[in-house]
């Protein structure tokens, strides 16, 4: 008898979940169920078959969606907490702790994350005599883009013959690998590729983990590139059951060497697979799906499918064309504000974008509204640098032989240990082969002044009392141990507001310690250097109550009741690259696609006629993909725009030549009913500039907005600016604008009605 988990499927999702030997494939479009499908599979192995918990895979992409589908996995079966559900590099990291001597390395190696990447790089860089601003990005990219090939040095210069600065870009390269060995640490990549190759170099242990999970499962298939595929491959060379589940629609990250071809092409490389597809959506209205459809059907290499659900009809999905990206933000801000004053959340709403540069203009009119927002794509809170100084700290007492961790805190909190000390230990310590760490513990004999010899005598001094006392010391006390003998806060006493901040990051760091001690009360302080090292972006996305403004990239996989996609001109999306290369389009399309499919209730589409971006204002064209979704969404015949006139920033000769745009906007700003038409629309501006000038200087304008009468001369306070002078108050068809000169802020406007001050 089925467990009742299978009566919560339907046929399409039943059948995958039945099929359990052998190559599976489960095309599942967005929102259409494919976790209940994987925890469902699994659940059924476990309660149906009997298959052992032990003898089961689950390979996920981010720590969220793995977190995710243990707890579901929790209330359907016992024993999860033998299964492997996780990351792929964190599942990569578990065998390599435990079997990487075979290929050389320490088992408690370091993990290098991007920036610790690329401060090794600007060295090497620096010490072959190089020019570090033209080279470093090149660098970075190159080996990054070499290692999801698999290629060496060597090989990828024989690829790469004809690219620019490629003999620099190759010695760089190799210099790095020498610099990662000698420090015994990794970086992202080499999670990945030097687990591939402890499997094809050592039988054995690939012959272990093969025989180990009998049940291979891959969430997000579409997502792997080529190095990842074939250690996929390779776990299930022994039994050959491999499920995979994802969209060949939702593949966007090819910039970062994801493959679409391995989710296409699967069932020529596992002969006899069998394909399913999923079609019915549980997340979006029936008039969101039509949007997704209209445009992704566009796109020639996909598996042919269509979404449909049995959700309501729904709101038509809108498109709005704003003067510029104030007014587009200004409108995505006062729609906002209205939701949260009928009731709704803040967390109820999204702003997605494509290039992370469009956040300004939304986060200064979310301010303005005081409306709660979370960027996602700034500092996450571990690469806070006085949180990556403590665990550098960590990766010391871990790994000494770890070069960048010692060379970051060598002098943190200063110990007046010099550039040209540090220069000296580390020339001394490449040219013997050996760690920064060895050369400090012979510190004696390096070519230093006696007091240079002092100052990293004290240091050496230092380190080794915390190594010795830290052996004794769970997680959490280490860290304390850390904070106590370095007299890290004692950097953080100046009394001003970011130093207060940074003590609290501090103490926010030790909680995160004793969370994790909690949670994990076997692991070691290398277990808690890995989770913070391969947490993502949207693993802070949690259940409090802010907007969240992201680019499409780090939203995948979640959903919101209203989004707005934002900034939907040409060479914004498409970006300008992918205008002329077919795939890089398609890829472009699967972004809208996946920005349209996080929507449950509401979608807006928005762009602006006018847009400040890579250092100048240029007028701007349709997004290509809105005339591919044209059919599906309502668009109002008021949605033409105007600058404000009422923020006076800006010189006059430029607002002048702006408002020659049509003048109407739904949440923009409008001359009055008297002023001209169009065809005089300078003069459209300069009377309206002046009535509202001269009513600021009579000090006479007074409007009823709701219970609010607010008149030039006030003083107001805001929540976010605090105290100000109302300068002018404007009407318009939509309601009444009032600007304000704040001591402080500057100059701001405001759809009065909403705006959250007080007079006083």
């Known amino acids: 008898m089925l467990s009742n988990y299978i009566d919560k499927l339907n046929n399409s999702q039943i059948l995958p979940v039945k099929d359990t030997e052998g190559a599976v494939l489960v095309i599942a479009g967005a929102g259409s169920g494919k976790t209940r499908v994987l925890t469902s599979r699994i659940a059924y192995l476990v309660n149906d078959l009997g298959i052992s918990p032990s003898n089961i895979l689950a390979i996920t992409f981010t720590n969220k969606a793995a977190n995710e589908m243990k707890e579901r996995l929790s209330t359907m079966v016992k024993g999860v907490e033998y299964m492997w559900v996780s990351t792929i590099h964190a599942m990569c990291v578990r065998i390599l702790r435990a079997n990487i001597g075979a290929i050389g390395f320490d088992k408690n190696f370091s993990i290098y994350n991007e920036d610790d990447k690329t401060r090794v790089i600007k060295r090497i860089i620096k010490d072959l005599g190089y020019e570090s601003d033209t080279l470093l990005k090149a660098c970075v990219n190159a080996i990054s883009d070499a290692k999801n090939k698999d290629l060496s040095p060597r090989e990828y210069k024989e690829e790469n013959a004809k690219m620019r600065y490629i003999g620099e870009i190759t010695e760089v390269f190799s210099k790095y690998q020498e610099e990662l060995k000698r420090s015994n640490s990794l970086d992202f990549d080499d999670l990945l590729t030097k687990t591939l190759r402890l499997f094809e170099d050592n039988s054995d242990v690939l012959n272990y983990y093969a025989e180990k999970f009998q049940y291979v499962h891959v969430d997000e298939f579409q997502d792997t590139n080529t190095i990842q595929y074939k250690i996929i491959r390779a776990l299930a060379s022994c039994y050959g059951n491999i499920f995979a589940v994802g969209d060949d629609d939702q593949s966007i990250y090819g910039w970062r060497g994801a493959k679409i071809s391995n989710i296409l092409d699967f069932e020529y490389d596992f002969k006899g697979a069998k394909v399913y597809k999923l079609e019915q959506n549980y ?122 961790g010692v060379l970051r805190v060598i002098n943190v909190p200063k110990r007046g240990i010099g550039d040209k000390t540090i220069e000296t230990i580390l020339n001394k310590a490449n040219a013997e082969g050996l760690s920064v760490f060895d050369k400090i513990f012979d510190y004696e004999n390096l070519p230093l002044n006696s007091g240079a010899k002092a100052k990293i005598g004290a240091f050496k001094n230092l380190i080794s009392q915390i190594l010795i006392e830290s052996e004794s010391l769970k997680l959490s006390d280490t860290v304390k141990l850390i904070v106590e003998k370095t007299e890290f806060l004692s950097q953080f006493n100046d009394g001003t507001e970011e130093s207060e901040d940074k003590k609290l990051n501090v103490s926010e760091f030790i909680n995160a310690t004793v969370s994790f001690e909690k949670d994990n009360p076997n692991a070691t302080v290398a277990d808690f250097l890995s989770s913070i090292t391969l947490s993502s972006d949207t693993d802070e996305m949690d259940e409090s109550n802010y907007v969240s403004v992201a680019t499409v990239h780090s939203v995948k996989g979640l959903e919101f009741n209203t989004v707005f996609f934002v900034g939907l001109d040409e060479t914004i999306i498409p970006v300008s690259r992918a205008v002329n290369d077919a795939d890089e389009l398609e890829e472009e399309r699967r972004l809208v696609y996946v920005a349209v499919t996080r929507a449950r209730e509401n979608l807006y589409i928005t762009r602006a006629k006018s847009r400040y971006l890579y250092g100048s204002r240029a007028i701007t064209s349709e997004s290509r993909f809105i005339g591919e979704m044209k059919n599906s969404l309502y668009i109002p015949n008021t949605d033409f725009y105007k600058k404000p006139f009422s923020n006076f920033g800006g010189s006059y000769e430029s607002r002048m030549e702006r408002s020659n745009y049509k003048a109407r906007d739904e949440y923009g700003y409008y001359p009055d009913e008297d002023t001209p038409s169009r065809s005089t629309g300078a003069s459209n501006f300069a009377n309206a500039y002046k009535r509202n000038l001269a009513s600021s200087r009579q000090g006479q304008t007074s409007t009823n907005i709701g219970k609010v009468f607010y008149a030039s001369g006030q003083k107001v306070k805001h929540a976010k600016f605090g105290v100000g002078t109302v300068i002018a108050v404007t009407s318009d068809k939509q309601g009444q604008k009032v600007v304000v000169k704040f001591n402080e802020a500057g100059v701001k406007t405001f759809v009065s009605a909403l705006a959250p001050m007080e007079i006083i």
């Open 283 to 404: 997340r979006s209205t029936k008039n969101i799906l039509n949007v997704a459809n209209d445009v992704i059907r566009h796109n020639s290499k996909r598996k042919q499918k269509k979404l449909w659900t049995d959700n309501e009809q729904g709101e038509m999905p809108r498109l709005h064309v704003a003067y510029d990206e104030e007014a587009e933000a200004q409108f995505v801000a006062m729609k906002i504000k209205e939701g949260i004053s009928k009731g709704k959340k803040a967390r109820d709403y999204a702003v997605l974008m494509r290039l992370n540069a469009l956040s300004r203009s939304f986060e200064q009119e979310f301010l303005k509204y005081n409306i709660p927002y979370k960027v996602f794509g700034g500092f996450k809170f571990f690469d806070r640098k006085e949180i990556k100084d403590l665990t550098a700290y960590l990766k010391i007492i871990t790994n000494p032989l770890d070069n960048e």
